[in-house]
């Protein structure tokens, strides 16, 4: 897992995004080197929330992209309290030693119709830059 001196974060309207990269596997037969990357957000608000969407990309430094836009994080939609923390790792398979990691995170105040578009902050993925061989947990 990401170190904590190893995340970049940004806060929007009291919902903070704390993003890290881990460099699962280096290049391997398939000329494929396995990113992963971990995220943790906290509800600094003073209501209840639902993370209910995201739509992140990872695009390597030939142009390849991995896009994931979709409903929840591996079939939840996590609520949180005031204080409350939800984290998420995941991974994607790239051609490249290099990548950038950019996108955003729907969030829905709860006892509100307003969905809220929450960017994540943006993760340069080097693996050069001696994040290798940590393990997602």
């Known amino acids: 897992m990401a170190f904590e001196d190893d995340l970049v974060c940004l806060q929007t309207n009291g919902i903070a995004v704390s993003a890290g990269q881990v460099l699962v596997e280096e290049e391997n037969l398939e000329n494929q080197y396995m990113w992963g990357y971990y995220l ?3 509800n600094n608000t003073k209501g209840r929330i639902r993370l209910v969407g995201k739509d992140w990309n990872i695009t390597d430094e030939k142009g390849n992209s991995y896009h994931d836009s979709s409903a929840g ?9 005031p204080g409350e923390v939800f984290e998420y790792t995941s991974y994607a398979p790239l051609k490249a030693a290099n990548a950038v990691f950019y996108g955003s995170c729907l969030v829905e105040a709860l006892g509100q119709t307003k969905i809220q578009n929450i960017k994540m902050p943006t993760l340069n993925l080097s693996a050069k830059h001696g994040k290798i061989n940590r393990i997602l947990n």
Not at 73 to 81: D, H, M, N, Q, V
């Open 40 to 42: 943790c957000f906290e």
């Open 73 to 81: 994080f591996k079939g939840e939609l996590p609520e949180l309290e």
